[in-house]
Structures are given as structure tokens and as C-alpha cells.
């Protein structure tokens, strides 16, 4: 066995949640590489478990363990997993061990374990990574962040603009690594041709106030009738999200214009989604999050299939998509609204070669190379010390 690399973050067993499946998928991956990977699990019914084994099962991740921690309060469970990690840590078998923080929980005690037990130490960068703001204060708190760990994994080069543009000092280690997806399952995406009536502009994700879901209904009513919306998100079976888009659809005067599936499972948002689809929309606002902390998975996602997509114009797109791929509209719902009739409107042989690229960049972040290039990056990190 190579590495022993355990995940020191707990994470629901809830099979239908994005972050677990993204931990699961990118580092059931990594486990391939023959590394023994640990991720701690946290599950309310024994259902869940069974559901979490299964997909393992499925995956055939060989490599990949779960410690699965006690139905208790929170403060008991943390006992258990700092229990559970230092025990691992301790075994001699493991010459090379990492502890790979998400963000900041547990990061102070990371650090500790790193200096008594010679384990090499990694932050993974996510929406939270940046502050809210650019205060002294806040400038203070994710400076530590950066202090005194081996490597840091940034998920969008956007987060490193950020840091630089701030002056902050980064790790000597760093790897820009977007989380991953099955590249083949969204390349088998059919679109729609653009002579079908109603025009379908889908948007999947969730409806969190920083991913600016209303541009896309107020984009909505500036084109012509025979554009409809499809949207996939919120939580499952949550009043709330229904209660959402229907406000949303009275706001904007887009009865009957809209069609909302409610949540749908990641593994078929492609099949039952994206489908049929002539264009795909990914709205953000203007928060740090948006613009530099997040690393979109359903961008990622939607560069993968055949069809061309249209998002606002934020660092963290660009970051992700590259130039001349996907195309960028401003944070204006009408030049949201013109840049759609403009990609309708494209000749087909400018839309396919835009197309091609969008497919060509996706290819890299599928799970086996993204899995491959942190494994080399590892190695890389073992022979320099």
C-alpha cells in the first residue's frame, strides 16, 4: 500500500447529497491508485449505510473505507473521529500518511496531529474558503488558514487570483484540482434541435441566494414566448423550494413558461434533465463566493455534453471554462436574455466548434485524470521532502 490518506471531515451518508458523492467519487478514485484512502461517515438510519455500501460496491472502490461514526450529538462524534484518525495515524505499516482538511474544521487539531505523528498535512479549498469580505480581521483568519500545511488544494484557479490579487502567502505545494465527474455519463446528453418547439433552457443546481437563480426567470421574460425553463434543484421534497420558483414564475409573468421537476438525484439529472435541452444556463451573483470561492460541479457537468451553455461572466466560470467554450453574459438579466438569442441564433458550425472545445476541457476534469494528477502530484510531494 502506497499512502494512507484519510478525509478528516464528517460527511452525511445521504446518497443523494452532491458533497458526499463528490468526496466518495474523487477520492474512491484516488483509492485506485492503490492508496489506502479513510472518509468518515455519519448516517441517521441504517439505510443510509446500506445505500453508501452500495454505490461503493458498484464503483468497485477496492481501496476506499468508512468509518462509519456513532448516531450521537455532534461533540460525542467529533471524540470519535479524532479517535478514530489518530489511530490510524499511529499504525507503523503507513511510512507516508496525509490528513486532508476540508476548509478549516478541524484544522487547528490537523496541524497538532501533523507535528507529533510526521503526517503530511493538505487544505481543500471550497466556497468557504474566502472571506465575506476584506477586512483586517478576516484577512488575519484565512492567512492561518494557509500557515503551516504541507499543500493546498485549490478547486477553481479563481480562488488563487483571489488570494494573490489579496496579498495573501500562499503553500509552497499547491495543485489546482476542480472536483470531478463521469465524463461519459454526460457526453451521452442528447440536445434538442433548435427547430422543436418550445426552446428548452434547463438549469440544475441548488436555489442558494449567491447562485442568483432569479436572473435566469427575469432573463426569461425578455425572450420570445416559445422559450420555456426547466429547472432541477432545491431539496427533495421541500414545499419550500416548490414555494420558491411558483414566487419566482407570479414575479416575472412565466405561467406556463416554466417546468419544475423538484430535486432530482445527481446520477439522473443527465438522463431526465439535461435531456432535451437546447441551451443550459448557470447563473452566480456578485459575492466572493460566486465570483472567486466556487468551483461550479454543474458547469463542469454541462461542459461535458453536446450542448452549448450560457453563464454569467465571473472568474470563477472563466477559472473553469477556459476561453472561446461556453458562453458569458453580464450580471444583467436582459444581456443574460440577448446572449441566449445570440447562441440560438449561431451559425452550427461556430456552435459545434464551441462545443467541441467546452468537451475537450470537461475531459480533464473526468474522475480517473483528476485522480491520476493528484496521485502524481502526492508522489511529487513524498520525493521533495
Same mark, same amino acid.
Given at each position: 500500500?502506497?499512502?494512507?490518506?484519510?478525509?478528516?471531515?464528517?460527511?452525511?451518508?445521504?446518497?443523494?447529497?452532491?458533497?458526499?458523492?463528490?468526496?466518495?467519487?474523487?477520492?474512491?478514485? %484516488?483509492?485506485?491508485?492503490?492508496?489506502?484512502? *479513510?472518509?468518515?461517515?455519519?448516517?441517521?438510519?441504517?439505510?443510509?449505510?446500506?445505500?453508501?455500501?452500495?454505490?461503493?460496491? !458498484?464503483?468497485? &472502490?477496492?481501496?476506499?473505507?468508512?468509518?462509519?461514526?456513532?448516531?450521537?450529538?455532534? =461533540?460525542?462524534?467529533?471524540?470519535? %473521529? *479524532?479517535?478514530?484518525?489518530?489511530?490510524?495515524?499511529?499504525?507503523?505499516?503507513? *511510512?507516508?500518511?496525509?490528513?486532508?482538511?476540508?476548509?478549516?474544521?478541524?484544522?487547528?487539531?490537523?496541524?497538532?496531529?501533523?507535528?507529533?505523528?510526521?503526517?503530511?498535512?493538505?487544505?481543500?479549498?471550497? +466556497?468557504?474558503?474566502?472571506?465575506?469580505?476584506?477586512?483586517?480581521?478576516?484577512?488575519?483568519?484565512?492567512?492561518?488558514?494557509?500557515?503551516?500545511?504541507?499543500?493546498?488544494?485549490?478547486?477553481?484557479?479563481?480562488?488563487?487570483?483571489?488570494?494573490?490579487?489579496?496579498?495573501?502567502?500562499?503553500?509552497?505545494?499547491?495543485? =489546482?484540482?476542480?472536483?470531478?465527474?463521469?465524463?461519459?455519463?454526460?457526453?451521452?446528453?442528447?440536445?434538442?434541435?433548435?427547430?422543436?418547439?418550445? =426552446? $428548452?433552457?434547463?438549469?440544475?443546481?441548488? &436555489?442558494?441566494?449567491?447562485?442568483?437563480?432569479?436572473?435566469? &426567470? !427575469?432573463?426569461?421574460?425578455?425572450?420570445?414566448?416559445?422559450?420555456?425553463?426547466? =429547472?432541477?434543484?432545491?431539496? +427533495?421534497?421541500? !414545499? $419550500?423550494?416548490?414555494?420558491?420558483?411558483?414566487?419566482?414564475?407570479?414575479?416575472?409573468?412565466?405561467?406556463?413558461?416554466?417546468?419544475?421537476?423538484?430535486?432530482?438525484?445527481?446520477?439522473?439529472?443527465?438522463?431526465?434533465?439535461?435531456?432535451?435541452?437546447? $441551451?443550459?444556463? %448557470?447563473?452566480?451573483?456578485?459575492?466572493?463566493?460566486?465570483?472567486?470561492?466556487?468551483?461550479?460541479?454543474?458547469?463542469?457537468?454541462?461542459?461535458?455534453?453536446? *450542448?452549448?451553455?450560457?453563464?454569467?461572466?465571473?472568474?470563477?466560470?472563466?477559472?473553469?471554462?477556459?476561453?472561446?467554450?461556453?458562453?458569458?453574459?453580464?450580471?444583467?438579466?436582459?444581456?443574460?436574455? +440577448?446572449?441566449?438569442?445570440?447562441?440560438?441564433?449561431?451559425?452550427?458550425?461556430?456552435?459545434?466548434?464551441?462545443?467541441?472545445?467546452?468537451?475537450?476541457?470537461?475531459?480533464?476534469?473526468?474522475?480517473?485524470?483528476?485522480?491520476?494528477?493528484?496521485?502524481?502530484?502526492?508522489?511529487?510531494?513524498?520525493?521533495?521532502?
Amino acid at each position: 500500500m502506497k499512502k494512507l490518506i484519510i478525509y478528516f471531515k464528517e460527511i452525511s451518508a445521504r446518497i443523494d447529497s452532491a458533497m458526499t458523492l463528490q468526496v466518495l467519487n474523487d477520492y474512491g478514485h %484516488l483509492s485506485n491508485f492503490n492508496n489506502k484512502v *479513510i472518509v468518515p461517515i455519519y448516517a441517521k438510519t441504517s439505510h443510509e449505510i446500506n445505500q453508501i455500501h452500495d454505490f461503493l460496491a !458498484e464503483k468497485k &472502490f477496492a481501496n476506499l473505507h468508512l468509518i462509519v461514526l456513532p448516531k450521537s450529538h455532534k =461533540i460525542i462524534r467529533s471524540l470519535f %473521529l *479524532i479517535t478514530y484518525v489518530l489511530s490510524f495515524l499511529s499504525q507503523k505499516k503507513f *511510512i507516508q500518511k496525509v490528513i486532508v482538511v476540508r476548509e478549516k474544521k478541524y484544522l487547528w487539531l490537523a496541524k497538532f496531529i501533523k507535528r507529533i505523528l510526521n503526517a503530511f498535512l493538505l487544505v481543500e479549498l471550497h +466556497e468557504t474558503s474566502l472571506p465575506e469580505k476584506e477586512t483586517k480581521k478576516l484577512h488575519t483568519k484565512h492567512q492561518r488558514l494557509l500557515i503551516n500545511i504541507d499543500g493546498a488544494l485549490f478547486t477553481n484557479p479563481s480562488q488563487v487570483y483571489y488570494f494573490k490579487a489579496n496579498k495573501y502567502e500562499l503553500p509552497k505545494n499547491q495543485l =489546482i484540482l476542480p472536483n470531478g465527474l463521469s465524463f461519459k455519463n454526460y457526453s451521452n446528453v442528447k440536445g434538442a434541435t433548435f427547430k422543436s418547439r418550445p =426552446i $428548452i433552457l434547463t438549469y440544475t443546481g441548488q &436555489f442558494t441566494p449567491w447562485k442568483n437563480v432569479p436572473l435566469i &426567470f !427575469e432573463a426569461l421574460k425578455y425572450l420570445p414566448q416559445y422559450f420555456h425553463l426547466r =429547472i432541477a434543484g432545491g431539496k +427533495e421534497n421541500s !414545499e $419550500i423550494s416548490n414555494l420558491y420558483v411558483n414566487k419566482l414564475i407570479a414575479q416575472y409573468g412565466l405561467a406556463g413558461r416554466v417546468k419544475y421537476l423538484g430535486f432530482v438525484h445527481p446520477s439522473q439529472l443527465a438522463k431526465k434533465v439535461m435531456n432535451g435541452s437546447a $441551451i443550459l444556463l %448557470l447563473p452566480l451573483g456578485d459575492s466572493n463566493i460566486a465570483q472567486y470561492a466556487t468551483s461550479p460541479m454543474k458547469l463542469v457537468e454541462y461542459m461535458a455534453t453536446p *450542448i452549448p451553455i450560457v453563464s454569467t461572466n465571473a472568474p470563477s466560470v472563466r477559472g473553469l471554462s477556459g476561453r472561446d467554450s461556453i458562453f458569458l453574459a453580464k450580471l444583467h438579466a436582459k444581456d443574460f436574455a +440577448e446572449i441566449i438569442l445570440k447562441v440560438y441564433n449561431l451559425k452550427g458550425e461556430l456552435l459545434k466548434k464551441r462545443v467541441l472545445k467546452q468537451n475537450q476541457i470537461a475531459k480533464q476534469y473526468d474522475f480517473d485524470m483528476r485522480a491520476k494528477r493528484y496521485n502524481v502530484w502526492l508522489e511529487k510531494l513524498f520525493l521533495d521532502i
